[in-house]
């Protein structure tokens, strides 16, 4: 009963942000200066041309008009038709998401496969110098910036040893190798960098639980080694590295805007960059609109996260 | 090990130590903690270690069960009855092998002792499958519930399947006992088992201890403030103070005719009636001087006879 508590108001919470995200960014889009018409037809269209296309995009109507037709159309789907391009946004948003998708979930899954075994190990042999070693190397990927990494990457992997491409995308259900080829230096560019952070907060995690009286009451039945860490630590130092890996998750969804551009490829950061230089106003609205639904959709699941690794959040 | 009888009174009894403590230092590379003590604890014997804080008990217990804290040695002798190696030598490894096997230990603070995301069962019962006392996962667990039944806990069944957080202190405390008795331990050390229950549920843990002790034949070592406590359950008293062993004996010739000015003192700061013309509550300064200027080498008050490691050793030391 609690535990429905709990998550039914997290819901409502998710709900209300979503709605208040979605006048922040209408809002701000609106009071941006430029009117979608006339940029369309120039400077020097006459006023009565302008006036028809403004009818047409429908931006003459009242703002809470505009909102509520902009937001019933993302209920379903319909992002609107690009003022520029005068294609649907939706199916282009969509295409884009996935790309995007791809390079944010396998980088976190690089993240986590180097930083829970790197971070667990260094926290456990904090005192010697194969976790002194783990540390100072979390801390050097961690000053490097995604995009100087993306770099080094390109020189070393697809100049000096020419064994991957330095950029592009290929869709994987036309090429399956290809596909992973063009996948592998931006996935870890972002990747090894999250890593190297998600890295020293596993050992902190780890470093407190380790100090907990019940890793001593676990020590005092006759547990030692590995079965301390899977029955005792990882339980327990995952809460808190659930919390940094919700914010990391968004934190890459930002970072592969940087990423797509030095790779060249077409995710929704390039769809983003390249709808602002040409002042696609509705592309950018949509794509702003769900990015912030993904980083409060990951929010949402942290938060049930919780309830699952913490038994004293399920019951009072 | 051979046990010299001769200097034995008569009619006088003495069974094969559980634990013989000789020599023990404790300390952080320039500091001593614990100064060279020594001991044994006899098998099935119920001994108090009494002390103020800083005294030294925490670190005696927790260096007989390899438990010290970083930065912290242990140097000297600690041997158990059935151990082949020296405990102050021993390897982590070696270690793991005798906790919750041959010695457990009852900690203080029953409120963060238990694993919050684990359920109390199978807490219980993963000492018993790490050392393969009972077969298979399902056994462990019965005898975990049997466990949780034999301390008491109000509705054991419910218990077994609850989180630490649902439950309360002493029930807490239950669990910890039920942990430690688990693998019946030769020596069970309890580090002030009851002092952070309330006074009711501090006599039912106590007379769990006891029972719990006596029926698998175990040797206790008890630390406490509480000389009332010791008066209970417990046969011999060691004294602690400065990091050493200042008295030992029979707790009621202890607490009735103390020899060392410290322990005259904690008895008598310990009646709360008493106080001097001026109403002033006797203090432990009226008896003993800080440690500091305290002497070097305090005496060793109380009778070989007690339980002095020398001597029930012998030449096998």
Known sequence: MDMLKYVGTRFVIFVVSIFVASVVVFGFMAVLPGDPAVVALGVNASPDAVAALRAEFGTDRPLAVQYLDWVGGLLTGDFGTSYVTRNPIGPIISDRLAVTSWLVLCAMAVALVTALPLGTLSALRHRKASGLAISFGSQIGIAIPAFVMGIALVYVFAVWLRVLPSGGWVVPIQDPGGFIQHLVLPVLSLGLVQGAILTRYVRSATLDVMREDYIRTARSKGLSGLPIVTRHILRNSSIPVVTVLGLQLTTLLIGAVVIERVFVVPGLGSLLLDSVANRDLLTVQGVVMVLVLAALIINFVVDILYTVLDPRLRSS | ?317
Request: proline residues 5%.
């Open chain 2, 1 to 317: 090990m051979t046990v010299v009888t001769s200097s034995r009174p008569e009619g006088v009894t003495m069974k094969e130590p559980a634990l013989v403590v000789e020599g023990l230092n404790v300390g952080t590379g320039s500091t001593r903690l614990v100064k060279n003590i020594s001991f044994t604890i006899r098998a099935g014997e119920r001994v108090g270690l009494i002390g103020e804080s800083g005294s030294g008990k925490s670190l005696t217990v927790t260096s007989i069960m390899g438990l010290l804290g970083e930065g912290l040695t242990a140097t000297g002798s600690i041997r158990m009855a059935g151990v082949p190696h020296d405990l102050v030598d021993a390897t982590q490894k070696q270690f793991a092998a005798l906790r919750g096997r041959q010695v457990a230990m009852v900690f203080q603070e029953p409120m963060t002792a238990l694993n919050p995301t684990m359920r109390v069962l199978d807490q219980v019962a993963e000492g018993m499958l790490a050392h393969g006392t009972a077969p298979g996962k399902r056994q462990a667990r019965e005898a975990a519930l049997d466990l949780l039944r034999k301390v008491q806990l109000p509705d054991p069944e419910r218990a077994a399947k609850a989180y630490p957080h649902q439950m309360s202190g002493g029930q807490r405390q239950r669990v910890v006992l039920a942990i430690a008795l688990a693998n019946d331990p030769m020596l069970l050390l309890c580090d002030e088992p009851t002092t952070a229950l309330d006074v009711t549920v501090q006599a039912q843990m106590l007379q769990l201890i006891l029972s719990g002790v006596r029926e698998r034949g175990s040797a206790l070592l008890f630390i406490t403030h509480d000389l009332a406590v010791v008066a209970t359950i417990c046969e011999r008293l060691l004294v602690m103070y400065g990091g050493r062993i200042v008295e030992a004996g029979p707790v009621q010739r202890v607490l009735s005719a103390p020899q060392h000015p410290y322990t005259r003192g904690l008895l008598e700061a310990s009646e709360l009636d008493a106080s001097d013309e001026n109403g002033r509550l006797p203090t432990m300064s009226d008896h003993v001087r800080a440690q500091s200027v305290y002497t070097q080498d305090p005496e060793w008050i109380g009778d070989p006879e007690d339980g002095y490691a020398k001597v029930i050793l012998g030449g096998a030391a």
